[in-house]
């Protein structure tokens, strides 16, 4: 075998398994993992939820924001309640969902936090493009490689898809969870009972 067929078929399995990696991880299904014992339970929609009791804290997200002006810390917003989306300019699902969120964090403006992470985007430029396109405002993280995603603990209300969007109560504990596009609609049902617990 010539050197160049074996470097194309090397070449090919890669493409093969990035694309095979990307339709898994691209999903509007809604499905949640039922682990059981872990303290949380999925409702209709697909909207997981964790009792005030049996939540477990946020890891330490952090890194650079995407539009390249300094860094960001989830952390930084505790003592609000914090909408956490993650998302990639490839994913259509994203896209579907991208105006319903900006929406609702402006409905929401003042009481609760919007954050993205932003993964998988090679380029930033495409992410930045999604952004404007969507006329999102709130701040993301960019994540490339998926490394803050990979904080979250095994058996949380840790994201398994993407898009995943996760409600972060105002003490920075885990909350709701739905791996699936949001419809404003369904996004009040999961802030509604955690912004109630505030008041």
């Known amino acids: ?44 929609g697909g909207i997981a939820t964790a009792a005030v009791g049996e939540r477990v804290d946020a890891p330490d997200i952090t890194g650079t924001a995407l539009d390249g002006n300094g860094s960001l810390k989830l952390s930084d917003y505790r003592g609000k309640v914090v909408v956490l989306n993650i998302w990639g300019s490839w994913c259509s699902p994203c896209r579907a969902e991208a105006k319903g969120l900006q929406a609702t964090s402006e409905k929401y403006a003042g009481q609760v936090q919007f954050l993205g992470i932003n993964t998988r985007d090679t380029d930033p430029a495409n992410a930045v493009a999604f952004e404007k396109n969507f006329g ?32 972060i109560d105002k ?25 109630a617990e505030s008041k």
């Open 136 to 167: 999102v405002t709130y701040p993301s993280i960019y994540d490339p490689d998926g490394a803050q995603i990979l904080k979250f603990p095994k058996g949380s209300l840790n994201p398994q898809s993407i898009p995943t969007t996760i409600v």
């Open 1 to 44: 075998m010539s050197r160049t067929s074996s470097r194309r078929i090397r070449l090919t399995a890669a493409v093969g398994a990035a694309i095979a990696l990307a339709l898994a991880g691209c999903s509007s299904s809604g499905s949640a993992s039922s682990e059981g014992g872990v303290g949380f339970v999925t409702g209709k």
């Open 171 to 195: 003490d920075g504990k885990l909350a709701a969870r739905a791996m699936r596009a949001m419809s404003a609609e369904d996004l009040d049902k999961m802030l509604e009972p955690v912004l």
